[in-house]
């Protein structure tokens, strides 16, 4: 497993796409100045830890589950702290696969 120093500890980097502990990078810092890594196992690149809440992993899923147990959009933009115009823009998107 690729361990990585951040200055103050170090940390265990495993890919949030492919959850595969190998083949990973440095691969720049974001404009917010974080880090960015590169999976080689799946081409793509992901942060730890992102600014923006509607960034993190898995949020996706979670407006989606929010809303099937009949939150509204403006519930949803308080309890996840995301603007409402991103959680109609996710709920537009998951209309659009089924
Ligand atoms: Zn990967």
Do not use: W
Request: net charge positive; hydrophobic share 35%; with cysteine.
């Amino acid at each position: 497993m690729p361990v990585f120093c951040n200055a103050m500890a170090f940390i265990e980097v495993v890919c949030i796409h492919c959850r595969k502990p190998d083949d990973i990078v440095r691969n720049g810092k974001a404009r917010s100045g974080l880090q960015r890594f590169l999976c080689r196992s799946c081409n793509k690149t992901f942060q730890l830890d992102y600014l923006y809440n509607a960034n993190q992993p898995g949020i996706h899923e979670r407006i989606v589950r929010l809303t099937h147990n009949g939150s509204g959009v403006r519930d949803i933009e308080r309890y996840l702290n995301i603007s409402r115009t991103t959680v109609i823009a996710h709920l537009k998107d998951y209309r659009r696969q089924q």
